[in-house]
């Protein structure tokens, strides 16, 4: 018997987000009474409305998936940014103290300014470089400096998988429509597959474990190296091209490398996450079959 079956949980985001529509499937599989939200059936940024909502559902544990994960429209979008990155994850650090439910809230590797050569532990010290990443940070500190004892900080990376739209998913469909693809190679990070990192989070809930991990998949690629993979990947005949990020410029600054160290989380759960390559193999057989050209 595990901490989620039977148990009420709430997945803010679960509705309709990348990571939230994992996170539902991996709960129902555990035997979860899930209950999941869009903003259309709840404003996550009306404080009463939420307040009701979690008053009525009573919830065991609520996983907080809602964000403005729109890094180049937060930069001209300060307010809802913070709203949803920071006040939104206060918010619900205050209401797990007082109804008494495990927070698992989520945030990004960038947080940290890219200037590392190795993985970035837990340890080291954040420097956001853009508003996205900034009122991430907010949102983490806000939640440690409340010392709650019920709160799960997990921060994850590059994120992709069934259920919205991602950069694999671009890839994959303009590489069937171009003959060459020009992405950028000069950033590193952590690619890391929705299911597996709903996996793992429900292994660290398992585990008991509080406070801040890192959980992305294993292994490191640049944008361009995960471009190409798909591609290959999917037998596509597109070439893939290696550009500089100053040959293709964008509003928000991002972090050189940002790959994630999963040491904390391998060394109180046991498990080490596999290689991003295998899991992009099962996200693009399985999740993206239909997408790709028949033979
Ligand atoms: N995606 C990545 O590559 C990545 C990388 C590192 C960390 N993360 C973190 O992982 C978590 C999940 O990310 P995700 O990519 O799964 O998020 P997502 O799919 O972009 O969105 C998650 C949820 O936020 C809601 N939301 C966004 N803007 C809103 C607004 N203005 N008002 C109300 N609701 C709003 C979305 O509702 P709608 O569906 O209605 O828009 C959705 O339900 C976030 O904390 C993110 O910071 C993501």
């Known amino acids: 018997m595990t901490v989620f079956e039977g ?12 990571l939230g529509q994992a996170l539902m499937n991996a709960l129902q599989h555990a035997g979860a009474n899930t209950v999941g939200t869009c903003r259309a059936s709840l ?14 559902e009573e919830p065991r544990i609520v996983f907080n998936t809602v964000a403005h994960t729109q890094v180049d ?8 940014s913070q709203r949803l990155n920071t006040t939104l994850p206060e918010r619900l650090g205050k209401h797990s103290l007082e109804m008494g439910f495990l927070l698992v809230h989520f945030s990004t590797d960038f947080v940290f300014n890219g200037q590392n050569e190795q993985a970035y532990t837990e ?9 996205y990443g900034k009122t991430k940070h907010r949102g983490e500190c806000r939640l440690l400096e409340m010392n709650l004892e019920r709160v799960l900080i997990i921060r994850t990376a590059w994120l992709f998988g069934p259920g919205r739209d991602n950069f694999v998913s671009k890839m994959l469909r303009l590489a069937q429509t171009r003959d060459t693809l020009s992405v950028v190679h000069d950033q590193t990070g952590s690619p890391t597959y929705t299911p597996d990192l709903a996996k793992h989070t429900l292994q660290l809930v398992e585990s008991g474990a509080t406070g801040l991990f890192h959980i992305v998949n294993s292994g490191q690629a640049s944008w361009c190296e995960l471009a190409a993979e798909t591609v290959r990947v999917a037998g596509l005949d597109c070439r893939v091209e ?4 100053d040959q293709y ?3 928000a600054a991002r972090p050189t490398n940002s790959q994630l160290s999963t040491e904390k989380f391998t060394m109180v759960t046991g498990v080490t ?3 991003w390559t295998q899991a992009l193999r099962d996200y693009v057989y399985t999740d993206l079959s239909e997408e790709l050209p028949g033979d």
Not at 7 to 16: A, P, R
Not at 73 to 80: K, N, T, V
Not at 242 to 245: C, D
């Open 7 to 18: 148990s009420k949980v709430v997945v803010l985001g679960g509705e309709s987000g990348l």
């Open 73 to 80: 429209a937060a930069e001209s979008e300060p307010d809802l």
């Open 242 to 245: 290696a550009i500089n990020a």
């Open 273 to 275: 996450p596999r290689p």
């Open 249 to 251: 410029p964008v509003k």
């Open 43 to 56: 404003d996550p940024m009306d404080n009463d409305a939420l307040t009701a909502f979690l008053e009525r």
């Open 123 to 131: 340890e080291e010290s954040a420097e956001p470089l853009s508003v």
